[in-house]
C-alpha cells in the first residue's frame, strides 16, 4: 500500500476544528513562487499548480523510468500547500486578493533530493513540451504554530483565524508573520469536485510568546 502522508502525519494534516498549538518540523517541497489574484482566469496561481503537480507525479512515476532515487518507496502525493503574504499587511486582508504574493507547494519523501527535482524537471519539459524552470526545492521548517481545521469557503476563513487568535492571546502567544513566515493553507478538498460549504483546509499560523 502507497505511504499516505496524511494518514501517517495527522497531527500536520487532520487537526481538529479547533484551534491548537503545534510545533512542524523541517520538510522540503517543490515550490513555485507567483502574485495576484488567484482567482483570476489563467492566473500566476492556476499556472503554478499545473507546474507542481507536473512535477509531483513525475517524481512519484520515476519508478517505470530507468532513473533511480536511493531510497524511493511508493507514496500517494500529498496535498497542495499554500504560503500567502501580502505587502503592508498584517495578516490577511480576504477584499484585496490582487495584493497577493504566493509560495505554492507540494511536500517532497525525504528521500527526493534536490538534484532529482532538477531532473524530474527536464524529464516533464521533455513529455510536456513545457517550461517546469520555475518549479524549485525549498526547505522549511515552520517552527511554532497555531493551526485548525476550516470547513467552508475560502472567504469565510477569517471566522477560524478570530478563533485562532483568541487562543493564542490567551496563552500568551502572538502571531509572528514576516516575508518567511507566513499565513499557510493545506488543501485537503479539490475545490473543482467539492461544495464550497464542506471544503476542508488546515490553516496554519506562525507564533511566538509574548515579549
Not at 182 to 210: F, G, M
Amino acid at each position: 500500500m502507497a505511504f499516505d502522508f496524511k494518514k501517517e502525519y495527522r497531527e500536520f494534516y487532520l487537526p481538529p476544528a479547533k484551534p491548537e498549538i503545534i510545533e512542524i518540523p523541517s520538510m522540503n517541497f517543490i515550490a513555485v513562487r507567483g502574485t495576484g489574484d488567484p482567482n483570476e482566469e489563467d492566473s500566476e496561481y492556476k499556472q503554478s499548480i499545473e507546474l507542481l503537480y507536473g512535477i509531483a507525479y513525475t517524481i512519484k512515476m520515476s519508478k517505470k523510468t530507468d532513473y533511480r532515487m536511493e531510497g524511493y518507496f511508493d507514496y500517494a502525493v500529498p496535498p497542495l500547500e499554500g504560503f500567502w503574504v501580502q505587502a503592508g499587511i498584517n495578516g490577511m486582508d480576504y477584499s484585496r486578493k490582487d495584493l497577493f504574493e504566493f509560495i505554492s507547494v507540494i511536500r517532497l519523501p525525504d528521500f527526493v533530493r534536490k538534484e532529482d527535482v532538477e531532473w524530474a524537471k527536464a524529464e516533464a519539459a521533455r513529455k510536456k513540451k513545457k517550461d517546469f524552470s520555475k518549479v524549485e526545492f525549498m526547505t522549511f521548517a515552520e517552527g511554532l504554530c497555531v493551526q485548525c481545521m476550516h470547513i467552508g469557503p475560502y472567504d469565510t476563513e477569517p471566522a477560524t483565524v478570530e478563533m485562532m487568535d483568541r487562543l493564542i492571546d490567551a496563552q500568551g502567544y502572538e502571531n509572528d508573520f514576516s516575508d518567511l513566515r507566513r499565513h499557510h493553507e493545506i488543501y485537503l478538498s479539490d475545490a473543482r469536485r467539492t461544495a464550497p460549504e464542506k471544503l476542508k483546509t488546515v490553516i496554519r499560523h506562525p507564533i511566538r510568546k509574548k515579549a
